[in-house]
Nanobody, 115 residues
């Protein structure tokens, strides 16, 4: 059974940076496209970024140029480097495969951007 554990969230001021990590309990990264998703209060969960097994990436329009997704298959971990954070980035962040698999959702990690 795959478990995904997100970490790295916290409270940061606008313009700040955070790096999120997602560790998998088994090696799913060799074949799977992985994604970072977020859900802000009162909103639906949305895809923020994804990365293929070959390393190709894509981003939601609102985070292009500010967020970077990358993976380390030797550590079964996918990362989301976030820079120039804005209050509208405040959300719970989750990783999952892409397309998302319901059974993979973890507890997420909270990111709060506020002065």
């Amino acid at each position: 059974q795959v478990q995904l554990v997100e970490s790295g969230g916290g409270l940061v001021q606008p313009g700040g940076s955070l790096r999120l990590s997602c560790a998998a309990s088994r090696s799913i990264f060799s074949d799977d496209t992985m994604g970072w998703y977020r859900q802000a209060p009162g909103k639906e969960r949305e895809l923020v970024a994804r990365i293929t097994s070959g390393g190709s990436t894509s981003y939601a329009d609102g985070v292009k140029g500010r967020f970077t997704i990358f993976r380390d298959s030797t550590k079964n971990t996918v990362y989301l480097q976030m820079r120039s954070l804005k209050p509208e980035d405040t959300a719970a962040y989750y990783c999952n495969s892409f397309p998302a698999f319901a059974g993979y959702w973890g507890k997420g990690t909270l990111v709060s951007v506020s002065s």
